[in-house]
């Protein structure tokens, strides 16, 4: 629906390049501690990792994932009602999914421990990028569209 009543730039695409990168080079940086244990549909740890992005910000996927959307809305310049919504809802929904985690990992016994960062696991974030980046082109060409209009 946002792609629809999108009206990307060829310089609203390049201003949103940053955030999107940003994104998603934390995702990979946060993956490559985590791994495959963040791609779960339900809540479970193994460990508490405590190094690497997580020494800075508790739920540092959810702020990439937060990065790349705000700046994929850069891009699309969909209306601002369309925008809200979709900020709206991703607060709303990360919030809650991180108020969740938070609780299940204070209720646990779970050892703290110390994690390195494994290339081999931040490899699990190739599916972000392949759909950001498939996204980002999408949006590129719907503002080469637009503009030679």
């Given at each position: 629906?946002?792609?629809?009543?999108?009206?990307?730039?060829?310089?609203?695409?390049?201003?949103?390049?940053?955030?999107?990168?940003?994104?998603?080079?934390?995702?990979?940086?946060?993956?490559?501690?985590?791994?495959?244990?963040?791609r779960?549909?339900?809540?479970?740890?193994?460990?508490?990792?405590?190094?690497?992005?997580?020494?800075?910000?508790?739920?540092?996927?959810?702020?990439?994932?937060f990065?790349?959307?705000?700046?994929?809305l850069?891009?699309?310049?969909?209306?601002?009602?369309?925008?809200?919504?979709?900020?709206?809802?991703?607060?709303?929904?990360?919030?809650?999914?991180?108020?969740?985690?938070?609780?299940?990992?204070?209720?646990s016994?779970?050892?703290?421990?110390?994690?390195?960062?494994?290339?081999?696991?931040?490899?699990?974030?190739?599916?972000?990028?392949?759909?950001t980046?498939?996204?980002?082109?999408?949006?590129?060409?719907?503002?080469?569209?637009?503009?030679?209009?």
């Amino acid at each position: 629906m946002v792609y629809i009543f999108a009206r990307p730039t060829i310089s609203s695409c390049l201003e949103s390049l940053l955030l999107i990168f940003s994104g998603l080079t934390l995702r990979f940086w946060a993956a490559g501690y985590i791994g495959n244990d963040a791609r779960s549909k339900t809540i479970s740890a193994q460990r508490v990792i405590t190094d690497g992005p997580y020494r800075y910000f508790r739920h540092p996927l959810y702020l990439g994932n937060f990065a790349i959307v705000a700046g994929m809305l850069v891009a699309l310049k969909p209306p601002l009602t369309i925008a809200l919504l979709i900020i709206l809802g991703f607060i709303l929904m990360y919030g809650l999914i991180a108020r969740s985690e938070t609780r299940f990992l204070e209720g646990s016994d779970l050892e703290i421990a110390a994690a390195h960062f494994s290339l081999q696991k931040a490899i699990s974030e190739w599916q972000t990028w392949l759909v950001t980046a498939l996204a980002l082109i999408l949006t590129f060409a719907k503002a080469i569209f637009l503009s030679q209009r």
